[in-house]
């Protein structure tokens, strides 16, 4: 990613990435003090994270996945400044046979070439059904 690239270009370069599955890329796209906040009061879904602890979730789910990635399309994305807001959608078949079929709304950080936070709002009932239920 280029350090004078377009907040909305970083955004969509890193969701690529993300959707790719391979957790260090993914790691490599964040600042170093980045966080990761998702809505809901689910236990061990819902909160804060940072970047180590995203990490250690996306290496958790990882083999959870047939093809051992989350993919997350973007729909629409508005940027005012550093901060980017996207619709988006992810789809994935799961090793159970479940399928995880979300749609977001993220709004997100950027410092340069760099995700410095997220926030994910997004259906966290029907994540809790695929994961845990």
Known sequence: ?????????????FLKIFSSGDVDAILACLTDDAHWWVSGKIEGMSGSNDKSTLGEILRQVKPLYV????RVAPSAMIAEGNRVAVEAESFATLTSGRVYNNRYHFLFDVEGDKIAGVKEYSDTMHMWETFAG
């Open 1 to 13: 990613m280029n350090t004078q690239a377009d907040p909305k270009t970083v955004v969509a370069d």
């Open 67 to 70: 093809e051992k990635a989350l």
